[in-house]
């Protein structure tokens, strides 16, 4: 079955702080896709990152980076030097090779304090 | 290129009613997705529609269908609303099969059941 695990509800930190987000999934498929989205509070999603199960590496993106780790079935998703313009709630996501729908997490609201 | 756009923004119905959202997907797309998200939850797939047809239900009522039009926007129907149908509805375009495709999502529209 598919699942996405996202432990936490909300974090707070104070602007310039770096701040990890966790992500947990479960999947049976050996070919699948995870991605991290941002919902700002006018509720659109924004597309972030997106990794394929075949690449682990890891990549710095501006302040966005992610640690992809089969071994532990975590995807976690790193900020670099908080923003006050962070704020909004992000969702880890999977989606299996054999289908094109997405299963997201419940989210973690992440609220960056000036 | 034009995004995707959602309409109406905000809905206001009664228990028992029906109600109709659109969606217009981003130029060239041929695949939209409807999401729900209950507040305080990640999105839901609800259906997805892949050249006019259905291509892959999640786990929703009947009264839930959609319709996909020859310019690939796309409808999605509620047949008698109840309570816990209040959500913010999203729609999803893309474009499978292309290299690194992704799933664009439009503002959403809040459904509001009294």
């Known amino acids: 079955a598919q699942k996405v695990t996202q432990a936490q509800t909300e974090i707070s930190v104070v602007e310039k702080e770096d701040v990890t987000l966790d992500c947990v999934y479960e999947t049976r498929d050996t070919t699948y896709y995870l991605f991290w989205y941002k919902q700002p509070p006018s509720g659109e999603l924004v597309f972030l990152i997106r990794?394929?199960?075949?690449?682990?590496q890891n990549e710095i993106s501006g302040r966005y980076s992610w640690n992809f780790q089969k071994s532990t079935s975590s995807f976690n998703f790193t900020i670099t030097a908080s923003q006050v313009v962070d704020s909004a709630v992000y969702f880890c996501?999977?989606?299996?090779?054999?289908?094109?729908?997405?299963?997201f997490g419940k989210g973690t609201r992440l609220h960056i304090l000036p | 290129e034009t995004g995707v756009t959602q309409s109406p923004t905000h809905l206001i119905k009664t228990r028992g009613q029906q109600v109709t959202l659109r969606c217009s997907s981003q130029s060239g797309h041929n695949t939209v997705s409807w999401y729900q998200q209950a507040l305080g939850q990640g999105p839901q797939f609800i259906f997805q529609y892949y050249r006019e047809e259905e291509n892959g239900r999640g786990n929703f009522p009947p009264r839930f269908s959609g319709l996909q039009f020859p310019n690939y926007s796309s409808e999605l129907n509620v047949n008698a609303l109840e309570l816990d149908d209040s959500a913010l509805y999203l729609c999803?375009?893309?474009?499978?099969?292309?290299?690194?495709?992704?799933?664009?999502f439009g503002p959403g529209t809040r459904l509001t059941v009294t």
């Open positions: 996501a999977l989606s299996e090779g054999r289908d094109d729908k997405i299963i």
């Open positions: 990794r394929n199960s075949f690449d682990e």
């Open positions: 999803a375009s893309s474009l499978p099969g292309t290299l690194n495709y992704e799933q664009y």
